[in-house]
């Protein structure tokens, strides 16, 4: 079975750090580009930051940019999302996605992607 499973997640003080992992199982994620998304309960899901193939590529939305960092080490089948003083609006269930692509481009658009994980919960506040 082609599965991503999404960790990382919990409850972080205004401020804080998280570092959330996704490890895919089934399939080798060299072939394939990787995007994580988040949705707020009555939000449409929204496109935080994705990452090519082999990392040459990396694209972050506005609301991030300069506080999350993608990254993903392919011999461990795993991507990465840091996240770096985090607000009150970061609050959200996070997912990984995945989609096959040619090397060295990716996209932060939801329906582009066709495996998803579970998704985890990012809870900021006091």
């Known amino acids: 079975q082609l599965q991503l499973v999404e960790s990382g997640g919990g409850l972080v003080q205004p401020g804080g750090s998280l570092r959330l992992s996704c490890v895919a199982s089934?399939?080798?994620?060299?072939?394939?580009?990787i995007g994580w998304f988040r949705q707020a309960p009555g939000k449409g899901r929204e496109g935080v930051s994705c990452?090519?193939?082999?990392?040459?590529?990396?694209n972050y939305a506005d609301s991030v940019k300069g506080r999350f960092t993608i990254s993903r080490d392919n011999a461990k089948n795993t991507v990465y999302l840091q996240m770096n003083r985090l607000n009150v609006e970061d609050s959200a269930v996070y997912y990984c996605?995945?989609?096959?692509?040619?090397?060295?481009?990716?996209?932060?658009?939801?329906?582009?992607?066709?495996?998803w994980g579970q998704g985890t919960q990012v809870t900021v506040s006091l």
């Open positions: 089934g399939f080798t994620l060299d072939y394939y580009a």
């Open positions: 996605a995945a989609r096959r692509a040619v090397q060295g481009v990716c996209v932060m658009t939801a329906t582009r992607y066709d495996y």
């Open positions: 990452i090519s193939r082999a990392g040459g590529s990396r």
